[in-house]
């Protein structure tokens, strides 16, 4: 496993997501198996996921999503480049509270490896308040190196 990152610019580096699209800010705990990462930038008003002024719930499957991204930059073995990946189901998803920009304090990302193979990998994940209380989870399926139409 590579270390962890130690800043959004480190985390913006082993994912496709840049600028303020980058919405993680910390890695708090990796294993092969499960990532633990921290984001604040529900709290900004520039957010780029943000619709009429509220970051609705549902924003925190993109949210879980990096965390997988970055799961899976991390546990690459060394010299092998990470493959892009494509959400391609969402399921068993439970939305807690209506929007996380009204959520005080940190976001905590939890997301942890079900399967996959060299085609797909299947997650479970978490997003929760800094006190522990569940935002929003679900599981999600990610389909590796897909083209999309032109």
């Given at each position: ?11 913006a ?26 984001a ?7 957010n780029?996921?943000?619709?009429g ?6 924003t ?6 990096q ?17 892009p990946?494509?959400?391609a ?20 990302v ?5 399967a996959g ?10 997003v ?16 590796l ?6």
């Amino acid at each position: 496993m590579r270390p962890l990152p130690a800043n959004p610019a480190e985390i913006a580096r082993l994912i496709p997501h840049q600028g303020r699209m980058c919405l993680l800010e910390a890695v708090l705990e990796c294993t092969p198996g499960r990532i633990r990462c921290r984001a604040r930038s529900h709290h900004d008003p520039a957010n780029p996921l943000a619709s009429g002024g509220a970051l609705l719930s549902p924003t925190a499957i993109e949210y879980a999503a990096q965390a997988m991204a970055l799961h899976g930059a991390l546990n690459v073995r060394e010299g092998v480049i990470g493959r892009p990946g494509y959400i391609a189901s969402a399921r068993d998803v439970k939305l807690h509270v209506p929007r996380l920009d009204e959520v005080l304090g940190e976001l905590i990302v939890e997301a942890e490896n079900l399967a996959g193979n060299e085609r797909q990998v299947a997650y479970r994940f978490a997003v929760r308040d800094e006190a522990g209380q569940p935002l929003v989870e679900g599981r999600v399926t990610v389909v590796l190196d897909t083209a999309l139409p032109a």
